[in-house]
T-cell receptor, first 115, second 113 residues
Framework: DSGVTQTPKHLITATGQRVTLRCSPR?????VYWYQQSLDQGLQFLIQ???????AKGNILERFSAQQFPDLHSELNLSSLELGDSALYFC??????????????FGPGTRLTVL | GENVEQHPSTLSVQEGDSAVIKCTYS??????FPWYKQELGKRPQLIID?????GEKKDQRIAVTLNKTAKHFSLHITETQPEDSAVYFC????????????FGQGTELSVKP
């Protein structure tokens, strides 16, 4: 167990809908990262937050947004869902803001299926 | 641009043999290189990592080597066991853009008893 929790475990929804994925980092970790894992794209970085502020952005679609709350948990919002958004979404946490110093520990993931 | 290439995509070895997975990265500013093991449907689990000021690191049957000049790093697993079967991902961190990890495409390792 990495200490990172994600809810829900599974999510099945329809095209056009909106969902929210939740992540709680390890105790003491200030950085939260979101990654998408699909069969054809592998593990792709979406966005990073550090202590409530957006720190780095990957190829995150405009339909996707995220935030980190004062208690450090983070939410990833996916809207106007398309079939291609079906994937495993992982959250990872790290104690530091930048690379080279902070190991990232992954949560168990949320499997999103868009029908 | 930012890129990590990983080879091979699949690797099959006999139990007890060694396995080697290789990765190259494009950004010379990268300074941290973790390796993750992922079993089907599970989360990626860190198995070993190396920082750019170190050339080699070992942890029991697992070792990682880094060649900064050539911009490549490798994972070595000795005395493989069936429970080593999984997908292995290398990654590089680009510290000038937060700590985001750029992952390789993954290597599916199969260890046959």
């Amino acid at each position: 167990d990495s200490g990172v929790t994600q809810t829900p475990k599974h999510l099945i929804t329809a095209t056009g809908q909106r969902v929210t994925l939740r992540c709680s980092p390890r105790s003491g970790d200030l950085s939260v990262y979101w990654y998408q894992q699909s069969l054809d794209q592998g593990l792709q970085f979406l966005i990073q937050y550090y202590n409530g502020e957006e720190r780095a952005k990957g190829n995150i679609l405009e339909r996707f947004s995220a935030q980190q709350f004062p208690d450090l948990h983070s939410e990833l919002n996916l809207s106007s869902l398309e079939l291609g958004d079906s994937a495993l979404y992982f959250c990872a946490s790290s104690p530091v803001a930048s690379g080279g110093g902070g190991t990232q520990y992954f949560g168990p993931g949320t499997r999103l299926t868009v029908l | 641009g930012e890129n990590v290439e990983q080879h091979p995509s699949t690797l099959s070895v006999q139990e007890g043999d060694s396995a080697v997975i290789k990765c190259t990265y494009s950004d010379s500013a990268s300074n941290y290189f973790p390796w993750y093991k992922q079993e089907l449907g599970k989360r990626p689990q860190l198995i070993i990592d190396i920082r750019s000021n170190v050339g080699e690191k070992k942890d029991q049957r697992i070792a990682v080597t880094l060649n900064k000049t050539a911009k490549h790093f490798s994972l070595h697993i000795t005395e493989t066991q069936p429970e080593d079967s999984a997908v292995y991902f290398c990654a590089a961190t680009y510290y000038n853009q937060g700590g985001k990890l750029i992952f390789g495409q993954g290597t599916e390792l199969s260890v046959k008893p």
